[in-house]
């Protein structure tokens, strides 16, 4: 491989490069864009709206705990309220009212009635808790001091954990308090109601981040510590949310809120992996959506390069091909004005043997009446080569005067042209071409058909070059015998004369057909057709002010139609 071969090789690989680079990079840039901002969209909305969810459950699960807590405080003030120290102070009444009080919440455990020194005077309920003193007792004190308490989960003397609701009551000097002990598995229930997802649970820390409920994974026990949760937000009705990991390195998306009137934190959580359970389809939708239409886009892109690369070599091609043609062109037309230039060299010597002829010939004349009737005979064979030699140097000049004639290119003299005339006059001069190949001419020329204005030689070039065309197109097809040329012409309008060629030869293909009045188009072989014949003929028609269209099918024929203005 030589050096000029390898560097153009080293070319086309480069112009590769940055074809098929620009190809990827033009689309990527817009589709990468446009999946990452509506992934961001997508991702930022679905967390928002994650977030705004779980606080809305968080803030509706406090509201009925605070008011499930509430209630059940009203339903001792009720009895409080109802009844004195002494009423509730008899087995039987504290039964009643217990079973009365069952009934309006299930959640009551048991019922106790405490003197001021915190004996426990009267119960009703499973345990023997009677008799018992609870002065010391951290919610008794706190009973005693703010006139009713919700305690915390503790075990107390039965050693179970459990809570209690107790509320304080003073008539005349007697001051009392009345405690109610709440089902922990209750309200463990009430709690964990919360079901959002497949890890969605809830559950209550007191301020120390003692586990009040248990928690729905069931992975530890009320009054566990929490050793997992340590960012407590600050008191307030307000809902905090956060991201935080466990043990197990799990991420969890927390919503907590502080009960109203309980110093008890509500805990909602949820598995970051299935709260944003759709967002991970979203990302790998999207993923898969960037690889497919990645693969897509790198597909079409050397798909297409190849095809720019093949175009660019056809192009070259065809420049190499045209710029053959033009070389050939311009051979032709110094052949031409070579050809020219002979001519007019050899008319001078034509001349000089013309006149010498006629000297000879008036010689003879001058000296016939003075030679004997024996050489009479040689006498007129001498007149007859002189005719000869007349008639040649007669043919030798029109043929000079013709290559003259041709080469005096741009003379041109417009005239008014009448159809009738001048085309059968063309006609005639392919006459014999066409007997010979088989071909039959129709002529059909209107009578009423207007004049028109133009060049006769050059219009004379125009319709030889459609006739010879036509003529190769039914010779390709039909050999010697069997084609038909045909030639109208007619007044298509006010305006308008139309002269039309018909043969019914190979016809065009419709892929051909729009190039074949480009210069150097030509289907022909090398060093038969030029492909400038139907380009110089279209500019010709166009100088006359008129139009040259043609109609064909493949396999059946072809129509050059020329519209002409027509001179009234
Ligand atoms: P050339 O005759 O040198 O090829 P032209 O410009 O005269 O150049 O014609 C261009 C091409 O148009 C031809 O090569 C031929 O393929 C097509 N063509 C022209 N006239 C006809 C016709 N009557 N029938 C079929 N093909 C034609």
Known sequence: MNKKNQKHEQRGEQVKHSILTNMIIVPFVPFILAIGVSFYYFTTALESNTTSSLKRIVGDHRDMIESFLMERKSDLDLITNTFNFEQINQKESINIIFENLKKRSGAFVDLGLFDSNGVHVRYSGKYELQGKKYTQELWFKEVMQNGSHVSDIFLGYRNIPHFVIAVRQSSGKKTWVLRATIDTLFFDRMISKVRIGRTGESYILNKAGIFQTQRRSGDIRVMDKDLEYSGFPPTGDSIHTFIAADDAKNKYLYATTWLKNKEWLLVVRQEKKDAYKSLYSALYISLIIMIIGGAVIIVMAVYMTERILKRIEQLGQEKENLGNQLIRAAQLAEIGEMAAGFAHEINNPLQIIKNEQALIETLLEDISGNIDAGKNEDMKEIEESLDQIKLQVNRCSQITHA????????????????PCHIIPEIIHMI??????????????????????????????QVLLNLFNNAMDAIAERHGSSGGMLKIESCKENENFIAIKITDNGTGISPGNIKKIFSPFFTTKPVGKGTGLGLSVCYGIIKSFGGTMAVKSEPGVGTTFIIRLPAVN
């Open 403 to 418: 290559i003259l004639k041709f080469g005096r290119k741009n003379e041109t003299k417009q005239q008014v042209l009448s």
């Open 431 to 460: 006459e014999k071409k066409a007997n010979v190949n088989g071909i039959e001419i129709a002529i059909n020329l209107s009578e009423n058909c207007a004049d028109f204005m133009g060049d006769p030689s050059q219009f004379q």
